[in-house]
């Protein structure tokens, strides 16, 4: 595959800098992706080296040159530090849909953060990308992401049993999507 031409987009909001992570970034990622806290509903085991966060970074990579996802590093305006990440994964660009995902660093859990970078990924996503639909699975438990994303708009569509096999078990995701008619008429 040939390298991605395109520059990586970076989006800024109030009081973030969303942007590409680098490999100088990979302490960073380690420091929040191996809290059990933050990975309890990643579908991985909290990481256990600087080369788990050095993988993931090269996973980013790997999905934007194949164009089907992009991944963003959260900053704060003013600190260059990664706190967490969010974008799109699974990208099916003939039936103009993807998936969204994102964790943050616990530390800076209920302050609005994810909310404040999901909105701008999303409205990214259908400005930019011409998506159609964008879906997040959510494990049941995750109330605090369930919560998010309803805020934001996204409508429960149902049930996918046993859908995933993570961590030595079957775990039910439920399936929300927003839809660009549905966002426009949220702004």
């Not at 990643?42 to 999905?63: C, K, M, R, V």
């Not at 706190?83 to 699974?90: Q, V």
């Not at 990308?129 to 699975?137: D, M």
Request: glycine residues 8%; proline residues 3%.
């Amino acid at each position: 595959m040939t390298k991605n031409l395109v520059p990586f987009p970076i989006i800024e909001t109030n009081r973030l800098v969303l942007r590409k992570i680098e490999k100088s970034d990979a302490n960073s990622i380690f420091n929040y992706l191996s809290d059990k806290k933050v990975m309890k509903y990643y579908g991985l085991a909290p990481f256990e080296t600087i080369n788990d966060a050095l993988s993931e970074i090269a996973w980013y990579q790997t999905i934007f040159d194949n164009k089907d996802g992009i991944r963003w590093g959260i900053t704060l305006k003013g600190n260059d530090e990664v706190i967490g990440s969010c974008g799109f994964l699974n990208m099916v660009r003939e039936h103009f849909r993807t998936e969204i995902g994102y964790e943050l660093n616990s530390s800076y859990w209920g302050k609005g953060i994810a909310s404040e970078a999901l909105q701008a990924v999303v409205s990214y996503g259908f400005e930019n990308f011409n998506l159609e639909r964008i879906e997040a699975l959510i494990e049941p438990p995750n109330i605090p992401s369930l919560k998010l994303v309803e805020k934001l708009g996204f409508i429960r569509e149902g049930l996918l049993r046993n859908y995933e096999f993570t961590g030595g078990k079957f775990d039910d995701l439920y399936m929300y999507s927003l839809l660009k008619q549905d966002f426009a008429k949220l702004k």
